[in-house]
Every structure is written in structure tokens, then in C-alpha cells.
């Protein structure tokens, strides 16, 4: 079977040297207007004896007669194809086997196969199978390479063929003198009977070169036939920029679009970034992100980023957005007792950072801080610390503010008003005290032995408060004539102490009655007087044996009324602490209070604790309990 097999090859190889052959090119390529010489020879086989020699025929498109392909060439006749008339020629000698063929001033129409029959005489005719593929070109080939990619060394090869002996084409690049460096070779190749020539461009391409023309330019000369082929550099390069908008200042609630360009090729995928958040990408040459509605937390960094295989670039913007300060936050508001410090806190935000001040009751308190929190220290507050305080942030885009009251507490101090005084009916007592609570007010008369307060009010007890200061007053009828026999203590208390004190009968001048009206003031004294006034009245019938008859005796005398004057200052206590234990605070001041004579002019200067402050040396019951 092997041995079949090689018999069977043997024999083909032999007959095929001894049969129809043909040789020419397979492809052949030519210039239009430029001429090809086809080069052939062929074969038949050695039996045949060629009958009134040896003829050809060239056809164009198909090999076989039947098909009527268009004649390029016949040797037994003139008759061609009207588009080779004159054209052709038959450069071969048949009777050599040398069938080659030269067409000139060659069209595009002529691009096509080409097939050789040779015709022996009688009936050995043969048209060879093989056939030469011609291409007719109208510009030169340029051999590019599928990608170019800046800053990597770039051939260009332009290709001529130079199958036309009677012209030798020329190539030129054209359009490099804005090239860095180029480099010119030229060379010449020949493959299977047919050439071409060749320059090839070297140089080193940028990213501005990329879309920029290049031309091949291929000419025959002496002639007027000239060939280009342009081609448009397209160089791949990495993002070269990425453009993005400059940092901006936005308010909050606008919308703000940015930009960003990046130059590469091909074009990028585009990201905008936020922090480490993708907020949108694309793959374009620019693209814009859309914010609305711009709130503080999307104030930050927003990066660009451009990547297109071959590289990767970023820029960088910063995105303010403003807004004015937001409502503080203030401490609740607070009840403190005298003495004591607190802390108050302030805490806002706003953009840009806001100013903060401390107002009280409308004053400025503390320093102005550019900050989101203020903290304003209040050491060893007195009563007048009480008030309402105000936090007002403020930046170029507005302000805003929150308050809190703070209440400072304190032991009950008794008011220069307090006295008592010769009235028409007998005596008018009145104790004024202040303090936070307000303090409650009893008389107790020692004499007789009995308190008046609220629940025991006789004599015409009536109080009265405003919220910081209380007023008591009683009125006694006195026939004994003799004032110093009267005694009335006044206590005043509320939660942090108790102050007893003696009132006593003084002089006085009559106008300062309305002094002291004028103090209470309001209908309330008004009705309190006509009240009084029956009262007296009444205890004129009823109580004829009180000891307090003899101050209608008084009543001659008007210039006399009671003062406080001696304190009993160990009823005065202060809370100390959570524990409730109370510490009697008169002790420390160590000494007996002398006696005071009020001139008219102490009342009207006002409460005692208005000259405290400002005196160390004034041992009021007040100021012993700050020195504690
Ligand atoms: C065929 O003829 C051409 C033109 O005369 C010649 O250049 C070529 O060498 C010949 N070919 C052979 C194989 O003799
Ligand atoms: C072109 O023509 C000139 C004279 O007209 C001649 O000297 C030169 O050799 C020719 N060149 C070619 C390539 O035929
Ligand atoms: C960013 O730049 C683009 C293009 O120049 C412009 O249209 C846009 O308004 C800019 N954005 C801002 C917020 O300025
Ligand atoms: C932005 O990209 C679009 C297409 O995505 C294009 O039409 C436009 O010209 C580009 N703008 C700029 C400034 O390059
Ligand atoms: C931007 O580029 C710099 C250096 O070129 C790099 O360090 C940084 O990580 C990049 N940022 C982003 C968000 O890609
Ligand atoms: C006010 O609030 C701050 C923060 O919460 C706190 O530290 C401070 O003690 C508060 N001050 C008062 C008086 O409550
Ligand atoms: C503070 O007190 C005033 C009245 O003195 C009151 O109108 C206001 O509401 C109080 N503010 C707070 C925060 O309690
Ligand atoms: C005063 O009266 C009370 C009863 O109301 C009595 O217990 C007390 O002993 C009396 N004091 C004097 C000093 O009379
Ligand atoms: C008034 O005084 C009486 C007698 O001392 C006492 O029992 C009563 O509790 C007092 N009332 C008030 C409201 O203080």
C-alpha cells in the first residue's frame, strides 16, 4: 500500500515535468499610467510537436474561451480588447517558452488576473490554471503599524513597485520637518521576479504629534506621474493633563458643576472622586459633575482622575461650602446658689467659623472667640449674675443665637427700708427683705409673745412680694405713749437662712413716709392703708390692755420710728453643701454690730448689698456670708 503510494508520486512528478506548467508571478503591482512587464515562461508537454509554431494568448479575468474573457494579447492576430489596444506587447520569445508580457499605461480597469493559453497548433490548446494577480495602485502602499505609541521609536515604510523598466519611481516623505530626528533608509526587494523599492521613516513620536499629517511621495521622473499617500498620525499617549475648575467658595443650597478635561489618547475613563468615593465616571474626553442642593459635608477634596491604559493623572480641587453659623447649642438653664461657679458652653458650626459672644441681659460678658465653641466662666457668682445669657454666632453669612437664664440663689438680706414708724393710728412696722426665694417675713412681738405671720396674721399683717423682694408690714396701736416699751422682731427666711432682727422706733422726718410708700408702692399699699386705717380703729376697742396702748402716747411725737438695729445673728444660717448641714455663719463675724442711725439719705440710696460689693468693710450679714 506504502509502496502504491509512492509510485503514484513518482509518476505525477514525472508527468508534471512533462506536462502543461506555467511560471509567473502570483502578484504583481504597478503605478497607474506606469507600465508592468508580467514575467512568464511556461511548459508543454515534450510529446507534443508544436504544428506552424508556437502562438499565445493573454486573457484578463477568466482562462477559458467559452467565457469570451477580454483578449489582453494574441500572437496569431492584432486583435485585443479595446481597453489594451496598443497597450501591449509580448517581451518573451514563444519559441524560447518565454511568455512574458508588458502592459503599459496601465488604469485602474486592468487590475485583475491574468491567464496564459498556449496554442501548439490542432487541437493542443491549453490554458495554464495559474494566473498573476495585478493591482494597480494610485498611491503608494505605507506600511503603518497598528498602534503608535508615543515615545516608543516609530518605522514608517512607504512601498513602490518596480516591475516598469522603463521608469524608476523616486519616494519622498513629505511633512517632517516638524518631526524630531527622522531617519531616511531606503531598500529594494525582490520576490518571485517582481520588486519593489521602499524608504522607511524613523523617528520618535510626542503627543503633539498626534493627528499631524505624513506623507509618502512617490515620483517617476521625467514624468509628470506623481503618487501620494497621506496618513494621520494616531499616537497613543497617557493623560498628559486633567484639567478641573479651581478650588471654589459656594454657599450651601447652591448647585455647582465641575469640570474636568483630560488630554490622552484614546480618551480616558474619567472619575471624580470624593475622598475615596467615586461619584461619577466616563470615558470621554471631559466630563462635568452635577451637584445640588450643596451641603457642609461635601465640602472637601474632588479629584480627577484620567486613565487610558497607558498611563494615569490626577488634579486636585477644593470645594468650600459656606453657611451661616447654625442655632447654638446653650446649657439648660440652670438655678445656682451664690458663690458658685459655672461653666456655660456654646457649640456651633458654621462656615466660615463664626464669632461667638457671650451677652448678658444685652452686655457683652467674657472675650469674642472665632470658634465653634465658647466657654464662659462664671467664678463666684453674685446675685446680680443672674440674667439671661445670650450666645450669639455670627459670620459674614449671618447670625444666630440661643440663651439660657441662669437664677443665683441666696440667703435673705433685710433692706434699709425696713423700720417703724409713727403713723396717726400708732405704729406702722414694715420689714423689707431681699433674697432667692423670696424670703418669708414674720413680726413676733416679744412683749406679748406672739408671732404674726401668715397664718397668724393680726394686727394687720399684710405681705407682699415681687419675686426678689418681700415686704411685711403690721401696725400697732400704742397708748402708753412711751415707744421704747414696743418691741418688734422681724425674721426673714427662706431656704439658705434665717435674719432676726430688732426693730426699733426712730426719728424721722415726716416726708419720708412717702419714701416708704413709695417703695412698697402700688394700689396693693393703697388698699393696705385703708385697711390699716380700720384696723387701728378696731384694735382701739379690743385691745386696750396690750401693752402696745401706750404708743398713741407716741403719735404726739411723729419724728420717732423703728429701725433694725440689733441683729440676732446667730439666727442667721447659710446651707453649705448637698448634706443640709447649716452653719451659723454670725459668729464669724465676731462682733456686735454697732448701732445704726439712718440719716434720710441711707433710705433712698437703696439696698445694702449694691455698697457690699464694692466694701469689704461693710459687715452686713451679707458680706459674712460671702467671706465664709
Ligand atoms: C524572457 O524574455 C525577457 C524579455 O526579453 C527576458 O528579460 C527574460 O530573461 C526571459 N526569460 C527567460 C527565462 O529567459
Ligand atoms: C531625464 O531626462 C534628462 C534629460 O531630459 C536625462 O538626462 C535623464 O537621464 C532622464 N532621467 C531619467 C531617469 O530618465
Ligand atoms: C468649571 O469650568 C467650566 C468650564 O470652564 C465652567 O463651565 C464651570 O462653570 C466651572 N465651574 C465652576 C463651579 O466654576
Ligand atoms: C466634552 O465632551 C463632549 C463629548 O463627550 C464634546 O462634545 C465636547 O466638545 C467636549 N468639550 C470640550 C471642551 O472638550
Ligand atoms: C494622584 O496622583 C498622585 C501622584 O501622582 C498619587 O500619589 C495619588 O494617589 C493620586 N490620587 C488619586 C486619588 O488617584
Ligand atoms: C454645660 O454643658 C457642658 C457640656 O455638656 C458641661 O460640661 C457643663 O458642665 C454644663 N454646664 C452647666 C452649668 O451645666
Ligand atoms: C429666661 O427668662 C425669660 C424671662 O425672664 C423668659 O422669657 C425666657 O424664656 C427664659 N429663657 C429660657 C431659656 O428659659
Ligand atoms: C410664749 O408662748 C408659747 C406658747 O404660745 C409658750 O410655749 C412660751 O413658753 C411662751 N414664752 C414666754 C417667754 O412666755
Ligand atoms: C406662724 O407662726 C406660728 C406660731 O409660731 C407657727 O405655728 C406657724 O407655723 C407659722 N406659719 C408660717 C406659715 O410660718
Redesign the pocket.
Known amino acids: 500500500m506504502k509502496c502504491g503510494l509512492l509510485l503514484l508520486i513518482f509518476i505525477a512528478i514525472k508527468a508534471v515535468r512533462t506536462q502543461w506548467n506555467v511560471w509567473m508571478p502570483r502578484d504583481i503591482s504597478a503605478m497607474t499610467n506606469s507600465c508592468v512587464v508580467i514575467p512568464c515562461s511556461f511548459m508543454y508537454p515534450s510529446g507534443i510537436r508544436p504544428y506552424r509554431g508556437v502562438h499565445g494568448i493573454w486573457y484578463f479575468g477568466q482562462p477559458y474561451p467559452q467565457l469570451f474573457p477580454p483578449v489582453v494579447f494574441k500572437s496569431r492576430t492584432d486583435i485585443v480588447h479595446e481597453s489594451y489596444k496598443g497597450r501591449t506587447k509580448l517581451l518573451g520569445d514563444l519559441h524560447q517558452k518565454n511568455c512574458t508580457l508588458k502592459i503599459s499605461n496601465i488604469g485602474p480597469e486592468h487590475s485583475g488576473k491574468y491567464y496564459f493559453r498556449a496554442d501548439l497548433g490542432g487541437a493542443n490548446i491549453y490554458t495554464y490554471p495559474d494566473f498573476s494577480e495585478l493591482k494597480v495602485l494610485d498611491q503608494p502602499n505605507v506600511d503603518v503599524p497598528d498602534e503608535i505609541v508615543s515615545d516608543d521609536s516609530l518605522d514608517l515604510t512607504c512601498y513602490a513597485p518596480d516591475n516598469c523598466p522603463d521608469?524608476?519611481p523616486e519616494i519622498h516623505w513629505m511633512y517632517t520637518d516638524y518631526l524630531p530626528d527622522p531617519l531616511f533608509t531606503a531598500d529594494y526587494l525582490e520576490d518571485s521576479n517582481t520588486a519593489v523599492i521602499s524608504s522607511t521613516l524613523t523617528f520618535t513620536p510626542k503627543p503633539m504629534h498626534h493627528g499631524q499629517l505624513i506623507g509618502c511621495r512617490v515620483h517617476y521622473?521625467?514624468t509628470t506621474f506623481v503618487y501620494e499617500h497621506l496618513i494621520s498620525l494616531d499616537i497613543k499617549y497617557a493623560p498628559q493633563t486633567v484639567w478641573v475648575n479651581v478650588s471654589q467658595e459656594v454657599m450651601e443650597g447652591s448647585s455647582v458643576v465641575l469640570h474636568c478635561e483630560v488630554d490622552s489618547n484614546p480618551v480616558s475613563r474619567i472619575s471624580w472622586l470624593f475622598g475615596e468615593e467615586e461619584l461619577m465616571s466616563d470615558t470621554a474626553s471631559n466630563i462635568s459633575l452635577y451637584m445640588d442642593d450643596l451641603d457642609p459635608t461635601q465640602e472637601g477634596i474632588y479629584t480627577c482622575v484620567g486613565d487610558n491604559g497607558y498611563g494615569i493623572m490626577n488634579t486636585s480641587m477644593y470645594l468650600a461650602v459656606k453657611y451661616p453659623p447654625r442655632d447654638p447649642w446653650v446649657n439648660n438653664s440652670v438655678t445656682v446658689l451664690e458663690g458658685s461657679s459655672v461653666h456655660v458652653h456654646c457649640k456651633t458650626q458654621g462656615n466660615p467659623v463664626p464669632t461667638l459672644t457671650w451677652l448678658k441681659d444685652g452686655e457683652l460678658v467674657g472675650t469674642i472667640r472665632a470658634d465653634e465653641l465658647s466657654v464662659l466662666e462664671l467664678l463666684d457668682l453674685t446675685p446680680h449674675g443672674s440674667g439671661q445669657y445670650r450666645c450669639l454666632a455670627e459670620n459674614e453669612h449671618g447670625r444666630s443665637s440661643s440663651s439660657l437664664n441662669i437664677t443665683v440663689e441666696f440667703a435673705p438680706v433685710l433692706l434699709d427700708e425696713s423700720k417703724c414708724t409713727v403713723v396717726r393710728e400708732g405704729v406702722q412696722c414694715v420689714c423689707m427683705a431681699t433674697g432667692n426665694p423670696e424670703p418669708v417675713i414674720e413680726f413676733y412681738l416679744p412683749d406679748l409673745n406672739i408671732t404674726i405671720n401668715e397664718t397668724e396674721n393680726r394686727f394687720n399683717y399684710y405681705t407682699h412680694t415681687d419675686g426678689h423682694t418681700s415686704t411685711g408690714m403690721i401696725k400697732l396701736r400704742d397708748k402708753s405713749g412711751q415707744g421704747t416699751g414696743i418691741h418688734v422682731h422681724c425674721s426673714i427666711t427662706n431656704i439658705y437662712g434665717t435674719e432676726t432682727v430688732q426693730l426699733e422706733l426712730q426719728q424721722e422726718k415726716k416726708y419720708m413716709m412717702a419714701v416708704i410708700v413709695g417703695t412698697i408702692g402700688g394700689v396693693a399699699v393703697i388698699a393696705f392703708i385703708i385697711a390699716a386705717v380700720r384696723y387701728v380703729g378696731h384694735s382701739n376697742k379690743k385691745e386696750n390692755d396690750n401693752p402696745g396702748q401706750d404708743l398713741v402716747s407716741k403719735l404726739e411725737n411723729p419724728s420717732m420710728f423703728y429701725s433694725a438695729v440689733k441683729k440676732d445673728k446667730h439666727s442667721l444660717r447659710k446651707k453649705v453643701g448637698e448634706e443640709g448641714d447649716y452653719q451659723s455663719v454670725g459668729s464669724l463675724a465676731g462682733f456686735q454690730r454697732p448701732e445704726l442711725n439712718y440719716a434720710a439719705l441711707d433710705f433712698i440710696r437703696g439696698r445694702p448689698r449694691e455698697g457690699r460689693t464694692g466694701k469689704e468693710d461693710d459687715n452686713s450679714d451679707y458680706t459674712e456670708i460671702k467671706s465664709k
Open positions: 521608469m524608476t521622473p521625467n
